[in-house]
């Protein structure tokens, strides 16, 4: 803990000050810097690699947050704000990396969420990774399996994994993630069978009743929130009712696995913690009590993915400009 005591001692200090300037004209910036967090350590770990455009002008270079689930990806002019106020205070120190990971944390806080901990001493990725951006995410058709074993890869037990899927507490999940759930599920012309009737109709009228495609098999489970850090777009949440127009700041509680229990989960991967006994377990813990269960098991395991294959000592660098 407390890496730049000596280097930067103000830097986790600047980091809340920040944030909290940030999260009170903008709190939407809370589950765009979450989402930003999951993409970043999912692939390769916590190294801001999807921060970085390492295509020096190469057309033909293709860059991780060129990835399809990485396109609707926000934040990252926030994310250069902060670090432009490190550099000033501190220039060539604190990594983007922890610049990502401890305003992630204190977006959390901000919104209700939990404080948790956090190592730093991070340091930056020199390249990044399109490919396996591409291939790793998690999709929002995915079933629970494939979402058990996209997590398990990465050291997460199924009560962690249903613990970071709260996450959906937060931020508002973009239309585009879901017509397809609405209207060609799966291909098939027809919208998710397992969706009730009344709900159905619900998220179609709130969703513009569009039968526009989407690109909804490309994009990502984890905090899929609107398309910009304004209130602008079509988007769903989960607090307290289906809704389009809610801050992104809604407590930070357990109206998420609540809806599961009800079948009204907005993503198919969500709806699909139902389906498997080791998932549905937790979900039904989490509802049965205060909500304490679930911020302590979510603080845990943001802890653990904050620590996702970081690079240290001489690995890697300390970028002064995040996305170069």
């Known amino acids: ?28 910036v809370a589950p765009a810097f979450l989402r930003l967090l999951f993409h970043d350590c999912f692939i390769r770990g916590c190294d801001a690699s999807v921060l970085l455009d390492d295509s020096h002008g190469n057309r033909s270079h293709s860059i991780e947050r060129q990835a399809i689930p990485n396109r609707t990806l926000k934040g990252f002019d926030r994310i250069d704000t902060i670090k432009q106020e490190l550099e000033d205070h501190c220039p060539g120190v604190v990594s983007c990396a922890d610049v990502l990971v401890l305003a992630t944390r204190e977006g959390i806080v901000l919104a209700g ?11 930056d990725s020199i390249q990044s990774y399109y490919a396996e951006a591409m291939a790793e995410i998690p999709k929002p058709d995915d079933n629970v399996f494939r979402t058990l074993h996209l997590f398990g890869l990465r050291g997460f037990d199924e009560r962690e994994t249903v613990s970071l899927l709260g996450a ?23 919208p998710d069978p397992t969706i009730p009737a ?23 489970p984890l905090l899929l ?48 913690l139902m389906t498997d006994e080791r998932t549905a377990s937790v979900v039904k813990a989490y509802v049965s009590d205060d909500g304490s269960a679930f911020r302590l098991d979510f603080a845990r ?8 294959g970081i690079l240290s000592g001489s690995d890697g660098q300390i970028r002064k400009n995040c996305s170069a």
């Open 168 to 190: 959906h507490n937060i931020g508002k999940i973009g239309c585009e993630f879901i017509l397809e759930r609405l209207h060609n599920f799966l291909g098939t012309g027809q």
């Open 301 to 308: 395991a943001m802890m653990k993915m904050s620590s996702l």
């Open 198 to 220: 009344d709900f159905l109709s619900e998220m179609r009228h709130d969703c513009g009743d569009s039968q526009a495609s989407s690109n909804s098999t490309s994009g990502s």
């Open 113 to 123: 969420g939990p404080f948790y901990p956090l190592f730093t001493g991070r340091r």
């Open 1 to 28: 803990y407390d890496f730049y005591r000596d280097t930067c001692p103000a830097a986790e200090e600047i980091v809340r000050s920040s944030m909290a300037r940030i999260y009170s004209q903008h709190p939407e």
């Open 225 to 272: 929130e609107s398309r910009s850090l304004t209130k602008s777009g079509l988007g769903l949440t989960y607090f307290p009712q289906l809704v389009t127009s809610i801050s992104s700041g809604s407590s930070f509680d357990t109206h998420y696995y609540q809806s599961l229990l009800r079948g009204r989960g907005l993503l198919y991967a969500d709806q699909q």
